[in-house]
Every structure is written in structure tokens, then in C-alpha cells.
């Protein structure tokens, strides 16, 4: 089996699920009592936080490819950064390292893709839903990609930061969501991708009408894949 390397922290909410996911999927594939190798560097969020609202990304970059190269002396085969909004400086985290760069947007746009989707709606930070980092690589592989109006983006973006990266599961905020999915909808998006690692703990399948594709069960299986190789 070879070895995941996290990078992790952002929140440590979702940190949480890629770890609980990636030893789940490891369990199912191998059987009981068997878990995954791997090593999580887990970053303090407030630093990366403050230089993402300041546009400082190529300092948030550096933070985040000392932990890749961390990772990499420490055995890691590959590493998964567990942040969808951080995927943007994914090209200075490679660069930092000599073993896989596994990219969050890969396993995602294959799922949409076996499963017949074309145009799915993204909910993310502000910076994933009207940049174009996780946009063009979605779109590179075969996917028309639709975001929510300002209004609803402020709201989505405000829900992640205030409550789901702080563990806060609020009934009114699942209703505001919602509401962004059926304006999706409306919008002609045949499916959503939750492109943001916290969503998954507000919103699950039963929530809504458009199947989902969550970012943070993707990335979590695609590791587990390539650790396992099959």
C-alpha cells in the first residue's frame, strides 16, 4: 500500500472526513481491521485565511508547499491537499515536490461525466465560484460550469467561513442552500458539485433535487485509489 500524504487544516472540519472517508473506502476495498497508510500535515488556518482575503496567494502557496515537501521527506507517496479553495496555487505545490499532485477538480469531472453530466452548478468560497482555477480545469475535461448570482455567492461564501469551517450546522443556513440548488436549476445545471470540502457536512443527497457530486468523497476515493492501485 503506498502512503497519502494530507495536507490538511483547512478547515479541520473536512480534515476530519477525508480522514474518517479514505479509511472507510480502505475497509470496504480490503476488508475489516485494515485502514490506510498515510500522514496528514495539518497547517493553522488562520495565516492562509488572512492571505486568501488579501489576495496574498503566493504566500499561502509557500505555507502549503513546505507541507507538501514535509510530507515527502516524511515517506508520503502523493499528496492531497484538502481544500478546494486552495487548489489555486496547486502549480507551486507541485512544483515543490517530486511524487503526485493528486488535483481535487480530476476525479470530480470524471464522476459528472460517467454519470451522463454535462452542466453542473459549483458552490465554493467566493474565490472557487468567480475564479478560474478550479472553473477551467472542470471545463479543460469536458464540463460546462455554472455559478450562482453575486447575491447567493456572498451568501454561500459567509455560510463556509462563519459556520461550516467552525463545526456550525444551521437548519436555516441548509434552507439558503437550497434555495442556490433550485436557482441552479433554473439555470440548467443537471447536477451540482459541493466545490467546497465543508459543504458535504450541510448538504447531503436528500437535500436536494440535483444529484451531487461532493468534492471531499471524490478526492477522498481518488487517494485511496492510487494508494491501493487499482
Not at 478547515?11 to 472517508?21: A, D, G, K, N
Not at 465554493?124 to 478560474?132: A, C, K, N, P, V
Not at 457530486?213 to 491501493?228: I, S
Request: aromatic share 6%.
Amino acid at each position: 500500500m503506498r502512503t497519502i500524504g494530507l495536507i490538511g487544516g483547512m478547515s479541520w472540519e473536512s480534515s476530519i472526513e477525508y480522514y474518517r472517508l479514505i479509511n472507510q473506502q480502505v475497509r470496504t476495498r480490503l476488508g475489516r481491521l485494515r485502514s490506510a497508510q498515510l500522514l496528514m500535515y495539518s497547517v493553522d488556518f488562520g495565516p492562509i485565511e488572512q492571505a486568501q482575503h488579501l489576495g496574498r496567494w503566493c504566500d499561502a502557496g509557500a505555507i502549503l508547499a513546505d507541507a507538501a515537501g514535509r510530507l515527502e521527506s516524511g515517506g508520503a507517496d502523493c499528496v492531497v491537499l484538502c481544500t478546494n479553495t486552495m487548489h489555486k496555487v496547486a502549480e507551486q505545490i507541485q512544483q515543490a515536490i517530486g511524487i503526485p499532485f493528486l488535483h481535487i477538480a480530476d476525479p470530480t469531472a470524471q464522476a459528472a461525466l460517467e454519470a451522463g453530466v454535462t452542466t453542473v452548478g459549483l458552490l465554493g468560497t467566493s474565490f472557487t465560484m468567480e475564479q478560474d482555477f478550479l472553473k477551467d480545469r472542470l471545463k479543460t475535461m469536458g464540463l460546462n460550469v455554472l455559478v450562482p448570482d453575486a447575491d447567493d455567492r456572498r451568501v454561500v461564501h459567509r455560510i463556509i467561513y462563519d459556520e461550516l469551517c467552525m463545526g456550525v450546522i444551521n437548519e436555516t443556513s441548509r434552507l439558503s442552500f437550497q434555495h442556490v440548488i433550485e436557482s441552479l436549476a433554473a439555470q440548467g445545471a443537471q447536477a451540482v458539485i459541493l466545490g467546497c470540502t465543508e459543504i458535504g457536512l450541510l448538504i447531503k443527497p436528500e437535500h436536494s433535487r440535483l444529484p451531487l457530486f461532493d468534492t471531499t468523497e471524490l478526492h477522498a476515493r481518488a487517494a485511496v485509489t492510487f494508494a491501493l492501485g487499482q
